[in-house]
């Protein structure tokens, strides 16, 4: 049912874009502003200086991939709830704007909405019902924003995921919070401290006190029997050249590290024998020492820790407290390598009182786990295998210590001494992050490259370096993970937000506080169960808003990466897994006693092979949508986040809710990352992140004929609102998101109609192929034109160009500054502009990389079309303004062709740098052109 003016919803007519967006960039950046969006954020905030401390976030409970800013999923909520007669000004103040920027002005400090609460009352006012009745669901929750949001706004929130790490995560950030309060976190604060004195006790001696990283090579004995590190780089401090080299004991055949200002030659030759070494062979038969010496130590057999310190070979030590850049280097000392001993010595006692086996991941690495296949092959078969033996002694003490708690606490308090323990494990999953042997040193930061940050945010898979790293868990890492030692000042107050240092208290302080007393059993809920069969699970018609932000293709491997925390938290919380998977909560078949992750239910798979096929994933997609159309009220709303840079992916998606029985109803483009990544985004690919809001069981406008013009008028429509929405406050330098926008409700309106004129009745399938075909050149049509609005040139400058021309311009604006522009992207609008065989007159083919083409300069394209006339009288102009002066110039302008002075004055204003003008060379030409011809 398409939305009468009456009923639309506040999100399918308006959004404060800037405010928001500046809210989300902020929340997305981690230790630095940019400079605009600092800029931006305390105009906004109404403070003309304004510190940005590191503020507590979600992530710092624990890493989970892919999360979205809070803030703007509070705004998407609420604008999705409220209706569209409702003043942004009303809305924001709900947001809590306000707020933000009363606390803003007191404590001097960038402030985000997240950090503030909304305002519940205003809320309901403008709601005009109780906001517990708005049921909001979240059916692929993840890490939670989304549904911790709309618990803040006051409404009934139901979050779910198939993924039993971001299960616990919602419930570790929505709901224990919510139903305990500040009571959990007083528990959980003193339970952190006892955790972190129980290791000092019990790890203690296993390091250095004055230690803060270790940094190790990996080693193996080469065929002389010499020992040898694998290394590649060794750097320490790269900004101050600290690196790590060794020389070689001949006698003992061993290295020795020292602390060294050059870079050291790389390993060709022995050093003791002379013979040349095979980097491959040293990594294969590190594997087999490894494997051979933890399975040694696993046996019992105290022997087998003399070798540690040639198979795991100690190369530097960062000590603590020198700065906050981190402090001086050292070499080790006999003390330090006797340490490293003992630890495994302490492993083969645990091993043989029979304790140790149940307490580290014995389980072997599942073969469908595409994240550590290239661990696997290399030979390491178990997820204990990926430790050195120290690492695994902290693992297993710690979880040890964690199981013991979890069982004393549950007898204690129940189900909140089960809440408790599961932060514990969650610190202990974030120690693991920066402990174990996928590790590594990170030379420009001083510090450890955690699995999650380095390895797996590259590629999506780990392997297996040559250096990795070791905190000092006693002393230095649990303490930094869990954030305890600072005690509550008297009357602090709930607002006055402390900075962190990103670890687990400082956030559920936050969390505690803000949504105390908000969860009402029966009606908020969190699953684990199988987004695809919502509507078995939920009652029919029953859910007002569905908000939801999926995976994208294989952009992430949630059972993959999550796996391997997974093992850890299981074995920690063995004692409650009852408590923290009640029967009630789990709505699909599978078990909390399982260490694998039942990555058969992720909605996962890859993009469709071609621009306009159909993947495996969309097919999942299409059953989560039809599932969650079922659920939704009749005037409820699907609200979808996407965050895909490939246009087939896109124009998937849009048929995808076609297909469903939906009708988008707008898209906006809201800022998910932070804008770093924004830029690199863009740079490789062209769509970034929108919203789409979409009314299921839509019924759509017939086109009788296959000309009926009303698709192409929708279309047009959109285009020049949609324009005017993001150039209107962003101006012209932002015209890339202007695109985005225009493109997706070009898509958007195609989703409203229905061919039924044709002479061969179409599918759905053919159907939508031809509306969005028509949708996209009309859009690139309309675009094209209504920018010469922007551009102070006569519509005419664009209305009368060859196919190919407007292609080339089109992907010229869309183009990056070094005028590169996403192969798909560029593919598919050639075949909507019909224009798909001159893809060689406008790019250079050879030059696909990554996915990109680069574009042929604008100077050589043939002035046998429009746009290369155009160019080179831009040219000639440009040139005869600085020779013989800005009046003989305009003579030329007076007897050029009208249609060819309209383009220039085009390119001049919208890609005066991409076509290779200075700025002084732009405002000669602007004033030469004048107004036009
Ligand atoms: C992009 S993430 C959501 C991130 C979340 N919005 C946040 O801010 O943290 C997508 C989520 O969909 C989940 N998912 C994938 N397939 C699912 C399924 N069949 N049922 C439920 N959830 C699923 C993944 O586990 C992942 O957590
Ligand atoms: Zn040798």
Same mark, same amino acid.
């Given at each position: 049912m398409s939305a009468a003016p009456g009923e639309a919803k506040l999100i399918e007519r308006k959004f404060p874009l800037v405010e928001v967006n500046a809210m989300a960039e902020c929340e997305m950046s981690f230790k630095t502003l940019a400079r605009e969006t600092r800029a931006r954020i305390t105009e906004l905030l109404g403070v003309e200086k304004a510190k940005w401390k590191g503020l507590p976030k979600i992530n710092n409970l624990m890493y989970y991939p892919a999360r979205r800013p809070a803030s703007a999923a509070r705004a998407v909520t609420l604008a999705s709830a409220l209706g569209a007669d409702v003043s942004l000004d009303d809305f924001k103040n709900a947001l809590g704007f306000e707020r933000a920027k009363e606390v803003a002005r007191k404590s001097e400090t960038i402030t985000i909405l997240f950090m503030v609460d909304p305002q519940r009352e205003l809320v309901a006012k403008l709601l005009g019902r109780d906001p517990k009745s708005v049921v909001v669901v979240d059916p692929m929750a993840g890490g939670g924003s989304i549904p911790l949001e709309a618990l803040r706004l006051g409404f009934a929130a139901i979050a779910g995921d198939y993924n039993p790490v971001a299960y616990l995560l919602l419930r570790a950030t929505v709901e224990f919070p919510a139903k305990y309060g500040r009571k959990l976190y007083e528990l959980v604060a003193e339970e952190a401290r006892k955790m972190i004195e129980y290791a000092r006790a019990e790890l203690g001696r296993y390091y250095g006190e004055g230690d803060k990283n270790y940094v190790f090579f990996r080693a193996a004995r080469h065929d002389c029997g010499g020992v040898l590190p694998l290394a590649r780089t060794s750097a320490l401090n790269r900004k101050r050249g600290i690196y790590v080299s060794f020389e070689y004991d001949k006698q003992a055949k061993v290295p020795v590290p020292k602390i060294s200002d050059k870079q050291p030659?790389?390993?060709?030759?022995?050093?003791?024998?002379?013979?040349?070494?095979?980097?491959?062979?040293?990594?294969?038969?590190?594997?087999?020492?490894?494997?051979?010496?933890?399975?040694?130590?696993?046996?019992? &057999?105290?022997?087998?820790? $003399?070798?540690?310190?040639?198979?795991?070979?100690?190369?530097? *030590?960062?000590?603590?407290?020198?700065?906050?850049? /981190?402090?001086?280097?050292?070499?080790?000392?006999?003390? $330090?390598? +006797?340490?490293?001993?003992?630890?495994?010595?302490?492993?083969?006692?645990?091993?043989?009182?029979?304790?140790?086996?149940?307490?580290?991941? %014995?389980?072997?690495?599942?073969?469908? &786990?595409?994240?550590?296949? $290239?661990?696997? +092959?290399?030979? %390491?078969?178990?997820?204990?295998?990926? =430790?050195?033996?120290?690492?695994?002694?902290?693992?297993?003490?710690?979880?040890?210590?964690?199981?013991? #708690?979890?069982?004393?606490?549950?007898?204690?308090? !129940?189900?909140?001494?089960?809440?408790?323990?599961?932060?514990?494990?969650?610190?202990?999953?974030?120690?693991?992050?920066?402990?174990?042997?996928?590790?590594?040193?990170?030379?420009?930061?001083? &510090?450890? #490259?955690?699995?999650?940050?380095? #390895?797996?945010? #590259?590629?999506?898979?780990?392997?297996?370096?040559?250096? @990795?790293?070791?905190?000092?868990?006693?002393?230095?890492?649990?303490?930094?993970?869990?954030?305890?030692?600072?005690?509550?000042?008297?009357?602090?107050?709930?607002?006055? =937000?402390?900075?962190?240092?990103?670890?687990?208290?400082?956030?559920?302080?936050?969390?505690?506080?803000?949504?105390?007393?908000?969860?009402?059993?029966?009606?908020?809920?969190?699953?684990?169960?199988?987004?695809?069969?919502?509507?078995?699970?939920?009652?029919?018609?029953?859910?007002?808003?569905?908000?939801?932000?999926?995976?994208?293709? $294989?952009?992430?491997?949630?059972? /993959?990466?999550?796996? @391997?925390?997974?093992?850890?938290?299981?074995?920690?919380?063995?004692?409650?897994?009852?408590?923290?998977?009640?029967?009630?909560?789990?709505?699909?078949?599978?078990?909390?006693?399982?260490?694998?992750?039942?990555?058969?239910?992720?909605?996962?798979?890859?993009?469709?092979?071609?621009?306009?096929?159909?993947?495996?994933?969309?097919?999942? *997609?299409?059953? @989560?949508?039809?599932?969650?159309?079922?659920?939704?009220?009749?005037? !409820?709303?699907?609200?979808?986040?996407?965050?895909?840079?490939?246009?087939?992916?896109?124009?998937?998606?849009?048929?995808? %809710?076609?297909?469903?029985?939906?009708?988008?109803?707008?898209?906006?483009?809201?800022?998910?990352?932070?804008?770093?990544? @924004?830029?690199?985004?863009?740079?490789k690919a062209f769509l970034t992140s929108i919203v789409i809001v979409a009314r299921p069981n839509a019924g759509r406008v017939p086109l009788l004929r296959a000309e009926d013009p009303q698709l192409e008028e929708a279309v047009r429509a959109t285009v020049k609102s949609s324009l005017d929405a993001v150039l209107g406050v962003y101006g012209l330098d932002q015209l890339q998101p202007a695109l985005v926008t225009s493109l997706a409700d070009a898509f958007a309106v195609a989703t409203g109609f229905r061919p039924v004129g044709y002479e061969e009745p179409l599918g759905v399938t053919a159907s939508f192929r031809t509306l969005s075909g028509t949708a996209l050149k009309v859009a690139v049509e309309a675009i094209l034109e209504h920018l010469a609005q922007y551009?102070?040139?006569?519509?005419?400058?664009? /209305?009368a160009l060859d196919d190919v021309s407007r292609l080339y311009l089109f992907l010229l604006l869309a183009a990056t500054p070094d005028l590169r522009v996403s192969y798909d992207f560029a593919n598919r609008v050639a075949q909507a502009l019909r224009a798909s065989a001159a893809f060689d007159t406008v790019s250079l083919k050879a030059e696909k990389k990554e996915g990109m083409v680069l574009l042929r300069r604008p100077s050589e394209i043939s002035t046998n079309l429009k746009f290369g006339r155009a160019m080179a009288f831009t040219l000639k102009l440009s040139e005869l303004a600085e020779r013989a002066g800005v009046r003989v110039a305009e003579e030329a302008v007076k007897e050029a062709d009208r249609e060819t002075v309209a383009l220039a004055c085009y390119l001049v204003a919208l890609c005066w740098k991409k076509i290779g003008l200075s700025e002084e060379r732009r405002d000669l030409l602007v004033k030469v052109l004048g107004g036009g011809p």
């Open positions: 030659p790389p390993l060709i030759t022995c050093p003791y024998c002379g013979r040349l070494v095979s980097e491959g062979a040293l990594q294969a038969k590190w594997v087999e020492e490894h494997a051979k010496l933890l399975e040694a130590l696993l046996n019992g &057999n105290e022997g087998a820790a $003399d070798r540690v310190a040639e198979v795991y070979l100690l190369a530097a *030590i960062q000590q603590a407290g020198r700065g906050r850049r /981190g402090g001086g280097y050292r070499s080790p000392t006999p003390e $330090d390598l +006797e340490r490293l001993r003992e630890a495994a010595r302490e492993l083969t006692e645990m091993a043989g009182s029979g304790e140790l086996h149940s307490l580290i991941p %014995l389980a072997p690495i599942p073969a469908g &786990n595409e994240v550590f296949e $290239d661990v696997r +092959e290399a030979g %390491l078969r178990y997820w204990y295998q990926l =430790f050195s033996p120290r690492q695994l002694l902290a693992l297993a003490k710690l979880a040890a210590y964690v199981r013991r #708690r979890a069982e004393e606490l549950r007898d204690e308090y !129940g189900e909140l001494g089960a809440a408790a323990a599961l932060y514990l494990a969650l610190a202990l999953a974030k120690l693991v992050n920066y402990n174990s042997l996928l590790t590594e040193w990170h030379a420009s930061k001083q &510090n450890i #490259r955690d699995v999650t940050g380095s #390895r797996y945010a #590259r590629g999506k898979k780990v392997e297996l370096g040559y250096d @990795f790293c070791e905190a000092v868990a006693p002393y230095a890492g649990l303490p930094w993970v869990l954030e305890a030692e600072e005690e509550e000042e008297e009357g602090e107050e709930a607002e006055d =937000f402390e900075a962190t240092r990103g670890g687990i208290l400082p956030v559920l302080k936050l969390l505690c506080s803000s949504l105390e007393g908000l969860w009402r059993e029966g009606v908020d809920g969190v699953y684990l169960w199988d987004a695809t069969r919502l509507d078995e699970v939920l009652p029919h018609s029953s859910v007002d808003i569905v908000h939801v932000d999926p995976p994208y293709y $294989d952009q992430h491997d949630y059972s /993959g990466i999550t796996e @391997f925390f997974w093992v850890v938290i299981q074995q920690a919380l063995l004692p409650v897994l009852d408590q923290l998977f009640p029967r009630e909560r789990v709505k699909i078949d599978w078990s909390p006693y399982d260490p694998e992750i039942p990555r058969r239910l992720e909605v996962r798979g890859e993009p469709p092979k071609e621009v306009g096929a159909l993947s495996a994933f969309g097919t999942k *997609i299409s059953a @989560f949508l039809k599932a969650a159309a079922k659920v939704l009220k009749t005037d !409820g709303l699907l609200v979808l986040w996407y965050a895909y840079g490939k246009l087939q992916g896109w124009e998937e998606l849009f048929y995808r %809710l076609y297909e469903s029985g939906y009708k988008v109803t707008k898209t906006w483009q809201v800022w998910s990352e932070s804008r770093q990544r @924004f830029t690199a985004s863009l740079a551009a102070g040139a006569p519509a005419y400058a664009v /209305g």
